[in-house]
């Protein structure tokens, strides 16, 4: 063996730094002296769980070897799967993604790969190793961008899913990338995709995307309904497991986000026949267990959205039915306790309603919404933290405009950090007004606090220039 840049020659070199034979380190590694002999003589690749158990045996941390042997093994040679495949997803489990790349890179020179690197992004997806699904799924869609197929769409449609997080500048530029996707993915899955485009538009308040959005949504979603009812039922079971709601259910969500652009528009009385439309599910044909659970659950929050409807449009006499709703339902999650409570606020700040004795009745509710658990669904990954950061605006506003100045600081520091940490400008901005309207009252600590987190976020946004600009 010679001295050259291949894992090869460092077992060459450990086996004389160690006076160890061929047949001492094939009993001491476990790999037989065989597949050994014809690595080395043939050269015949070893399998990526033998170059493992190689590399464990010379005291070398795991994957020690990766990018030699993609070069060596798969660049350098005409790639096989068997060998590609069981090393992405040993490169996934050690989170080595550069290794990834690298290998993405190269075979998607050749289309013929595309499908087989598809499975492979399906199954570390399912996994939930979405960092290296995610650079399988972009080698997959840069190297078919060109193409009209469904796979392209699916790919984007993952692309979306894990790209969407806590930045909403950069939630916005991935619902705009998808969205031309959604129509080449296969009817059924539209409908999840359209649902999880509609919730990061509601996050981001984007209320023209939200309302046509959900409107095309119901219109497949009804299609889809009927011709349910008119196959065979073995056909549509298939495909309903593709979903991950009951297929009524995509209907009724289109009629409560669509009550939710009215209500954000002040139009609560076409918020209101939107309500009444989720609340009237006679025609909903199914009556399995979990359908009758959605049923139930579409009730009840047109119950309390009524109550929401009449109060924002100022009727106050409603406040006590709706907090007795909040207080007494036993469906209610802590995350509806978030956005229910958020209504109180808002009709409290617009109506200059004192409502001590409710923030105090919810007390350890309001103390816990920010350990509010993460979540995969779209709907609480993304528009829950926008309620959260709203909600600490609105009670800041109340309790300063009240003088009670301690709790006023308090949420108006969280609700700013949850602002920057959203990339909200809104919010950010807004919370930076009240916090000026009311300076003359914060205590020295509570102003030092919030020009440290000022310029903290002014850093932080230095920081992400000085990197676009080396980049580019």
Sequence with gaps: MGHTPTILAKLEDYLGENNLTLAQFAEYSGVHQRTLNNWIAKHRPVAIHQLDRITWAMGLPEGFFYELYIDNYIIERSPDWRRIEPLLFRCAELDKLDAIQLVVGHIMDNLLYSPKLFDAAEKLFAQGQHNAALLLYEGIAEGEKYQHSERLAVCQYRLFTIQVGNNQIRNLKAATRFEPFVERLNEIDQLDALKDLANVYRSLREWDKLDATARKMRAKAEI?????????????????????????????????????VCE???????????????????????????????????????????????????????LPHYVEYIASTSITTENEKLSKLLNVMIAANRYAIDINDILSRFEVEINSFALLSQSTDMYTQQVMPDYFAWFGYELAYYYLRRGMYNDGFKHLIYALVKAHLLNNETYFINCTGLFAHFQAHALPETREEYFKLLEKVWLDNVEKNDSAGHRS
């Design 224 to 260: 889809q309904y009927s011709l349910k009812h008119q196959q065979k039922k073995r056909e549509w079971e298939e495909s309903e497991q593709r979903l991950s709601r009951p297929m009524f259910v995509y209907i009724t969500y289109a009629d409560l986000l669509c009550a939710s």
């Design 264 to 318: 954000a528009q002040g139009d609560y009385q076409q918020a209101l026949q939107f309500t009444y439309a989720y609340t009237d599910l006679d025609w909903v044909i199914e009556t399995d267990q979990e359908t009758q659970h959605w049923v139930n659950l579409f009730k009840h929050w047109a119950e309390g959205n009524t109550f929401v409807n009449r109060l924002l449009s100022g009727d106050t006499n409603v």
